[in-house]
């Protein structure tokens, strides 16, 4: 039997990738793979992975998926027909297993002109996709090519996962997950830092519409104005704000975060004259919440804020909905050999790596709600460089993961 395999071999079989791995990084940055463009990154994707001797293959993702009630819908939906997951199983089906698992679509240039035009001054590497999440993908990929060229031999099974649609609410995963997905733990690449993260913030978001009666200004006194209504609501959703924080103060995982959870009054749309009372209002906003609640109870702790009014036009004139995103909260456990392992190998290789919960959702929360497995996230990079123009990721910290997540992996699937 081999020795295991220690830091110090994988830092330099890491470092020898070192300019493939920035090859790769900008080449993939180069396609726009956004919504329904994905395919151009998956095969590149698949070739690398075929180079570095892996066996991936292309999973279907079926239509049927939009029946499933943890879709999510969105405006720019389309038929997966020729639109692939990747997933790769190394190893095999016997001992330890893992599956390391990351989004491959983008969200799209907007105003930045050289979004997809990628660029490295020696220090980060720009263009979308950088930190979110093609810089995961790329740490993965270094960490998968160093074993390999280590010889290294799974004694269980490593299965990557390159998923599309995690942007607008994670289907690719949702397709894996209905397919069934199986192992010991899940790692979730994106940006925190080098942290780990073995839980995250859910967020929902709601539409409330008030309803008035409709009046010229004149009468106003006779009429129900729709937006005061809605300035009645608002002030009690707000009330309920203070509450949610309240409750979550502390949680554990989260007792860094001042605010951890929040809500956010994002949307507001009303009347068409400024002298006439108006007879509809549409509000639509955000609800961040920890896994001390679920989704259901924040539903109904919402509404219930709403009906504490003393108003009772308004008691029985609004509807409220929850037809968009719907990400849940979850917690795995903090001192699962995974999370622990992964956050041990990181400080082994000099980074400064904690465990503690992430106050944005991802793919993460499919894989702990729905397949009940434990899940963590960590990557290179942090959330406030994605979806913004200049989107960028430190190379260093690429390289550093790739050695934290090759340790990692050799020691779980030894
Ligand atoms: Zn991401």
């Known amino acids: 039997m081999p020795d295991a395999i220690g830091c110090e071999q994988v830092s330099s079989a890491v470092d020898a990738l070192n300019d493939k791995g920035l090859q790769w990084l900008q080449e993939m940055i180069e396609f726009e793979s956004v919504q329904g463009n994905e395919m151009e990154m998956q095969d590149y994707t698949k070739q690398v992975m075929t180079d570095i001797g892996l066996s991936p293959e292309f999973r279907e993702v079926p239509d049927s998926l ?55 001054d020696g220090e980060y590497v720009y263009g979308r996709g950088a930190t979110d999440d093609k810089g995961q993908i790329v740490m993965m990929l270094l960490a998968l090519a160093a074993l390999k060229d280590l010889g290294f031999d799974p004694g269980g099974r490593i299965e990557t ?44 978001w709601f539409k409330l519409i008030t309803y008035g009666k409709s009046l010229h200004m004149g009468r106003r006194n006779e009429g129900e104005n729709a937006i ?74 919402l509404e219930d804020a709403i009906l504490q009014t003393d108003d009772e036009w308004l008691k029985s004139h609004y509807k409220l909905t929850f037809d968009k995103l719907h990400n849940d909260a979850y917690a795995s456990d903090p001192n699962h050999p995974v999370v622990t392992g992964l956050n041990q190998a990181a400080i082994e290789c000099g980074i400064d790596s904690e465990i503690f919960g992430w106050n944005v959702s991802c793919d993460a929360r499919l894989y702990a709600k729905l397949a009940g497995l434990t899940t963590m996230v960590f990557g290179p990079g942090t959330i406030a460089d994605a979806h913004a123009a200049g989107e960028k990721v430190e190379w260093a910290q690429v390289m550093q993961a790739a050695k934290a997540l090759a340790l990692a992996l050799s020691r779980w699937c030894e």
């Open 228 to 301: 005061e209504k809605m300035m009645e609501a608002i002030s009690h959703i707000l009330e309920y704000e203070k509450k949610l924080i309240a409750d979550s103060q502390n949680y554990p995982l989260f007792e860094r975060y001042e605010a951890p959870v929040q809500i956010c009054i994002g949307m507001i749309n009303a009347g068409n004259w400024p002298s006439m009372v108006p007879d509809e209002c549409i509000m639509e906003g955000g609800v961040g919440f920890l896994p001390n609640k679920q989704m259901p109870q924040i539903k109904q702790e």
């Open 66 to 120: 939009m029946d499933d009630p943890e879709y999510s819908h969105n405006e720019n939906e389309v038929s997966y027909k020729g639109r692939y997951n990747l997933v790769d199983q190394w190893g095999r089906d016997e001992g330890h297993s893992v599956i390391i698992q990351s989004h491959m679509d983008v969200i799209p240039g907007g105003e930045w002109e050289e979004a997809f035009t990628p660029r490295f």
């Open 161 to 204: 996962q390159f998923v599309i649609e995690e942007e607008v609410g994670g289907n690719g995963a949702l397709a894996l997950i209905r397919q069934g997905c199986t192992a010991d733990a899940v790692i979730i690449g994106e940006g925190s830092l080098l942290n780990v993260f073995p839980a995250n913030r859910g967020a929902i």
